[in-house]
């Protein structure tokens, strides 16, 4: 699709000699200066695209689906709320699936701009989904099956990925369009599926067992309020710490993410001459790993809180600390490997591994802490959370432009692993697996004295006020 014979012409290559090809070391060697490292695999030729896009603009491709990602996190969170998740959730991939159908003929037509413009309109629409899901989730999944539950529906994300990279690539080798109008095209297909087999509660579900209907319902222990009726407790949610911690978590959580998967495999490439992304078996695994890390973290962490072991907001703080300190080691680690490319990917696999077993922390507390406003939680803290999908790669221009060195690149891994280690800091001292007391489905009076009437204390033993979220 792009062309890279245009950004190798136009970026040059770079010598260590002068202009007219002597080398410049003759007469001086800096001792300190790093040795590079050998090319471990050799270079195949790829074909030139038809596009010619800089590094710069195809930042700015990457980068554009954020711009619009980030703007309907709260709006889609309050109208999962009002409307619920399955009709928002529907037009969030609808929406996206036809624009993916629509890219090549857009950009073949309209070039950089338009291609920068529908990027933009697909993350208006999938910024809808997060907080959708999260919304549906609050109400199917009972209190001590929320973990496997969030994590299951999560982890499919990874195995989309794992599945997808291959087929893209034997799709491009036809034509690069029709990877748009095949993914596009199932995207579809899942819609239409979507809108005849998913319904928003058990209630509203008419083939549902009615013993499966009454254990959920009587295990959520409250009365749900109708869709439309709640009215969000903004100055509430604005006040509680345990809602900042969930925040900070995410925050931390996507920084590190992006850079194990976007960032690492530069570092990969420039440094260890060792391009991971052109091998199609290593570039899936991680992704593979964290799926698996995923659901085996959910299944273990509701099997501590069944258990009694630990209460939901040992198990919350656990999983998160677990998911967070571990990748920072293996990025701190990263760091001071020389040219073991093998090392690397590794320390890459068990960090995104690892990684992945937080989903079943931070990642579910938005059900634990208010349930009938667990999407628009959802909305507020993955809001925060796409900031380092712009500041991270920032951070990591500041170290390594023009400065493609070990390093360099040692200093991105030791601010990422700070980052991993404040979240994990901040949300042990300040995180809840307690619902608050604000959370109760405050639609109208009656309906609200009904709910706290219901209540009674029939959730796991976290299900009670903030106010005696004294113990671990």
Not at 149 to 160: D, L, N, P
Not at 223 to 235: E, H, V
Not at 314 to 333: N, Q
Request: with cysteine; charged share 15%; glycine share 10%.
């Amino acid at each position: 699709m792009v062309n890279s014979t245009y950004i190798r012409e136009l970026e040059g290559d770079h010598h260590d000699g002068d202009h007219h090809g002597n080398a410049t070391n003759e007469t001086y060697v800096d001792p300190d200066a790093e040795i590079p490292c050998p090319d471990i695999v050799k270079k195949a030729a790829v074909d030139s695209g038809m596009f010619n896009w800089d590094t710069n603009k195809q930042g700015i491709i990457l980068a554009a689906f954020f711009y619009g990602y980030i703007t309907t996190q709260i709006l889609g969170g309050v109208l999962a709320q009002r409307y619920g998740g399955k009709r928002l959730l529907l037009f969030g991939i609808g929406w996206t699936a036809v624009l993916t159908i629509l890219t090549p003929v857009l950009t073949i037509y309209g070039d950089f701009p338009a291609l920068v413009a529908t990027r933009v309109l697909e993350g208006i629409g999938e910024g809808v989904t997060y907080p959708s899901m999260h919304a549906m989730l609050s109400k199917w999944a009972p209190p001590l099956e929320r973990s496997k539950m969030v994590t299951s529906v999560y982890a499919g994300a990874q195995i989309g990925t794992v599945l997808a990279m291959p087929i893209s690539g034997l799709l491009s080798d036809y034509a690069w369009e029709s990877v748009f109008y095949v993914f596009g095209a199932l995207g579809l297909v899942w819609s239409v599926m979507w809108i005849f087999l998913t319904y928003d509660t058990p209630d509203s579900h008419p083939r549902i067992d009615p013993v499966e209907r009454d254990y959920i319902q009587a295990s959520q222990g409250l009365l749900l309020a109708k869709k439309g009726s709640l009215r969000t407790p903004w100055l509430s949610i604005a006040k509680s710490l345990p809602v900042y911690a969930t925040a900070v978590a995410h925050f931390c959580n996507n920084w590190g993410y992006y850079t194990l998967l976007t960032c690492l495999p530069a570092y990969l490439k420039y440094i260890l001459k060792f391009d991971i992304k052109s091998n199609g078996a290593l570039s899936g695994v991680p992704y593979l790993v964290m799926w698996m890390a995923m659901i085996a973290g959910g299944l273990g962490a509701d099997h501590l809180r069944t258990k009694r072991i630990l209460s939901t907001t040992g198990v919350r703080k656990l999983f998160t600390a677990v998911g967070f300190l571990g990748p920072a080691a293996c990025l701190v680690g990263t760091g001071y490997i020389e040219c073991d490319a093998a090392a690397a990917v590794a320390l890459i696999v068990i960090a995104v591994g690892l990684s992945g077993l937080s989903m079943a922390g931070w990642g579910v507390n938005h059900l634990d802490l208010a349930p009938p406003y667990a999407g628009t939680l959802m909305g507020i803290t993955n809001m925060i959370a796409t900031i380092p999908g712009f500041l991270g790669p920032s951070i990591v221009g500041v170290f390594t432009y023009k400065n493609q060195t070990r390093k360099a690149w040692r200093n991105v891994f030791f601010v990422s692993a700070a980052v991993y280690v404040f979240g994990t800091v901040f949300y042990c001292i300040f995180g809840s697996g307690r619902k608050q007391d604000w959370a109760a489905p405050v639609p109208a009076p009656a309906a609200a004295a009904a709910a706290a009437d219901k209540e009674g204390g029939r959730g796991d033993r976290d299900e009670k006020p903030a106010a005696q979220d004294t113990k671990l």
